[in-house]
Every structure is written in C-alpha cells, then in structure tokens.
C-alpha cells in the first residue's frame, strides 16, 4: 500500500499562485508515476499532469499548459503542483495519484490515490 497526503490548497484570487504538495508513504516513490487530478463541482475527475519516475517527462492537460508545472523529489518522496495564473475554473479538489505506467490524459489506470485537496479561485 502506498499513502499519499495532500497539501497547499487554499482560496485564492485569479491571477494567484498556489503549490501543491503530496508526499507518498509506504512504497518506494521512485518506482511510480505520478499524477495531479482534479475534479470540479458536478463535473467529473479530469486530468491535469503527470510526471514519470525519475521526473524526466511530464505532459499537462491543455487548460493548464503554460500555467501549471508538476515535479518531484524523490529523496523527500513528494510531487509538487506549481500553479500560477489561476482562473476561477481553475477550482476543484485536487488529488495526487500514483500508477505503474507513464500514461498520459486519463484518469483511469491509477493505483493509489490521496484524499485530495481543496483549491477555490475568486474572481
């Protein structure tokens, strides 16, 4: 089993940053690709990033390519969500997630996943 815990959401304003933070426990974080999801109210859970182990690839969803930057530290056992420029659509509850295999633009597939976290942008 592998824990994953969440942190850094708040309420913002748009044009604000925020980092994300989900530090794993319980397996070796180096073996798994991780993830950042999210999902809004009455929508469902959407890709937003994904990083692979060693942190060489990553790929965004096109709502936040330019905005959002995902990386890791394996030595900490933690992936980070930098978010800038947020945009009121950007609010949803965020979840880190880990998988086996580098996919991109899914939701499905992932093994372990954390409690999520709350991001609210005003305008």
């Known amino acids: 089993q592998m824990q994953l815990v969440e942190s850094g959401g708040g309420s913002v304003t748009a044009g604000d940053s925020l980092r994300l933070s989900c530090t794993a426990a319980?397996?070796?974080?180096?073996?798994?690709?991780m993830g950042w999801l999210r999902q809004a109210p009455g929508k469902e859970r959407e890709f937003v990033a994904i990083?692979?182990?060693?942190?060489?690839?990553?790929y965004y969803a096109d709502s936040v390519k330019g905005r959002f930057t995902i990386s890791r530290d394996n030595a900490k056992n933690t992936v980070y969500l930098q978010m800038n420029s947020l945009k009121v659509e950007d609010t949803a509850v965020y979840y880190c997630?880990?998988?086996?295999?580098?996919?991109?633009?899914?939701?499905?597939?992932?093994?372990?996943w954390g409690q999520g976290t709350q991001v609210t942008v005003s305008s």
């Open positions: 997630a880990a998988r086996g295999s580098y996919v991109i633009l899914t939701t499905r597939g992932y093994d372990y």
């Open positions: 319980g397996r070796t974080f180096s073996n798994w690709n």
């Open positions: 990083i692979n182990w060693s942190g060489t690839y990553t």
